[in-house]
């Protein structure tokens, strides 16, 4: 008797859960943005094998739920539009209506801390930048982590929300100052920008979090297939190579409560964080993404595996979003004036950057190497000029656009007696900030030992020369530019961008873009 009621009350509930109107799929909501221009998969659960219609802009679009309860129906490509209409899905004489949708580019923000910072902790932004935010045609998605990873042990509330379902919290919203203020700096100015400049509705979508290393973005599918991720798997991360000390260190505080049970979900824990905050989004035709990360990965000086893990990131995702060449625009890691081993990586992470934008298409390293901290803080406040290089980036090299979006970059070398002439792309009008000589450059000669260097301008057009020269060395050979962690550089074009750092006996290529 006892089970014939259970089975009788959950059959009562599963109808009680029928009758209720259709629902939409996570990623969608009242006040979003709807991609222009290509076609639109819109996807829920309802009852299953029942039809459901979806009506959008005046088009209705039939289909069946299937024996699961899933349904997706595809919206053809539209115009932008500013004007806020109605997404509908109905079933059995019930609807769900999420309102005031636009018609627009989306585009997708992620990384670490510095991508997570939010708008409000920008000290220049608290009293003007977020009062001015309110924008109709600018709407935010921003997904909340729902534990972080402070040096601190786990409460039961931080390993409750560690499961890939409830980890990011968050609903599409118009930016207002309620809404920009907690969400992503870097991401807001980014949006800001490119709505101001195409003059269309734009939507971004953040989900990010502090620490977070390469593999917990990475798929659990490709980690499982990959041979070269063999040590991220289950248990094994906590010990993997391929994870920084910092990383694992500040895991095992998290987890230690619960660590002597297994390895608990962490989001560290590879593939976690693209599961609970990526995969959800993957149906959806994003514009492109950007991604300010690398600080953590950074402890571990491997260029291979580094360019390794990035690599197989962006091309994971691109699978993921059904797009071998989705735009990812990612942030150069910028200056740190921080002289500790955990740094020391810097020079060369940000060699990687370029090394992996000189190989993918429609893949840009921004240079930042002007742009942070002049003490030890791995949080350089002011995120406007971030995120609005980014977005000159995405409007040259995505939109067509003239705007300007490259500094002076190495092109070749060439040794000419006791001087090294270097020859420099996206240099048209080269100068310096300051009028004194460029500085940190650097050069050695079969020694391999770096003297500093005095350089001068000889030619400022597009590929301009610069000569180095210095007393230590006779026979120069090779030549670096801004190799440290912490520098001040001078040296700018025409537009007044800086100049990429660069090594001349480096495997990356010379700049193409």
């Given at each position: 008797m006892r089970h014939y009621i259970a089975f009788i009350l959950a059959a009562a509930a599963l109808n009680a859960a029928w009758a209720a109107a259709p629902q939409f799929n996570r990623v969608f909501g009242s006040h979003m943005v709807l991609p222009h221009g290509k076609n639109v998969p819109v996807s829920g659960t309802a009852e299953p094998n029942k039809e459901i219609s979806v009506t959008f802009g005046g088009a209705t679009l039939k289909t069946k739920a299937d024996s699961k309860g899933n349904w997706t129906v595809t919206l053809p490509p539209m115009q932008p539009n500013a004007a806020g209409q109605t997404l509908t899905a109905s079933q059995n004489g019930k609807t769900a209506t999420l309102k005031d949708v636009l018609v627009g580019e989306v585009w997708l923000a992620s990384g670490q801390s510095?991508?997570?910072?939010?708008?409000?902790?920008?000290?220049?932004?608290?009293?003007?930048?977020?009062?001015?935010?309110?924008?109709?045609?600018?709407?935010?998605?921003?997904?909340?982590?729902?534990?972080h990873t402070a040096g601190k042990a786990y409460t039961d509330k931080d390993f409750d929300s560690l499961t890939t379902d409830s980890f990011y919290k968050g609903s599409w919203a118009v930016s207002s100052p309620q809404s920009s203020a907690p969400t992503s700096a870097v991401a807001y100015y980014f949006a800001k920008k490119l709505r101001q400049e195409l003059g269309i509705p734009v939507g971004i979508i953040h989900s990010s979090l502090g620490?977070?290393?390469?593999?917990?973005?990475?798929?659990?599918?490709?980690?499982?297939?990959?041979?070269?991720?063999?040590?991220?798997?289950?248990?094994?991360?906590?010990?993997?190579?391929?994870v920084s000390a910092w990383v694992r260190g500040r895991a095992r505080q998290n987890i230690a409560p619960r660590l002597k049970d297994g390895s608990p979900n962490h989001p560290f824990k590879p593939a976690f964080l693209y599961e609970s905050g990526i995969s959800w989004i993957t149906g959806f035709p994003i514009s492109g993404i950007i991604w300010y990360q690398g600080e953590s990965d950074a402890e571990i000086i491997d260029n291979e595996q580094n360019a390794m893990l990035l690599g197989t990131l962006i091309s994971s995702w691109r699978k993921a979003f059904s797009n071998p060449s989705l735009p990812f625009l990612m942030v150069q890691?910028?200056?740190?004036?921080?002289?500790?081993?955990?740094?020391?990586?810097?020079?060369?992470?940000?060699?990687?950057?370029?090394?992996?934008?000189?190989?993918?298409?429609?893949?840009?390293?921004?240079?930042?190497?002007?742009?942070?901290?002049?003490?030890?803080?791995v949080h350089p406040p002011d995120k406007q000029p971030v995120g609005e290089r980014l977005a000159d980036t995405a409007l040259n090299k995505i939109y067509g656009r003239k705007t300007p979006c490259e500094g002076p970059s190495f092109k070749a070398a060439k040794a000419q007696g006791n001087k090294l002439l270097i020859q420099m792309g996206h240099a048209a009008g080269l100068t310096t900030r300051d009028g004194q000589p460029p500085a940190h450059f650097e050069i050695a000669g079969a020694d391999g030992v770096y003297h500093p260097a005095e350089a001068k301008i000889i030619s400022a057009r597009d590929n301009a020369v610069i000569q180095l020269t210095s007393p230590d060395v006779k026979s120069p050979k090779e030549a670096r530019y801004c190799w440290a962690p912490f520098v001040t550089p001078n040296l700018v074009n025409g537009a007044g961008l800086p100049a990429r750092a660069f090594r001349t006996n480096s495997s990356v290529k010379p700049a193409q873009r």
């Open positions: 510095n991508m997570l910072f939010r708008l409000d902790q920008t000290p220049t932004a608290r009293q003007q930048d977020i009062a001015a935010s309110a924008d109709p045609e600018l709407r935010i998605f921003n997904n909340v982590p729902q534990a620490g977070s290393e390469m593999a917990a973005w990475i798929p659990q599918s490709v980690i499982n297939s990959n041979g070269s991720l063999r040590s991220l798997r289950g248990n094994d991360w906590l010990q993997s190579p391929l890691l910028p200056r740190i004036n921080d002289k500790s081993a955990l740094r020391a990586g810097w020079p060369e992470f940000r060699e990687v950057q370029d090394r992996i934008a000189n190989t993918l298409p429609k893949v840009y390293s921004v240079n930042t190497i002007d742009l942070g901290s002049v003490n030890s803080d």
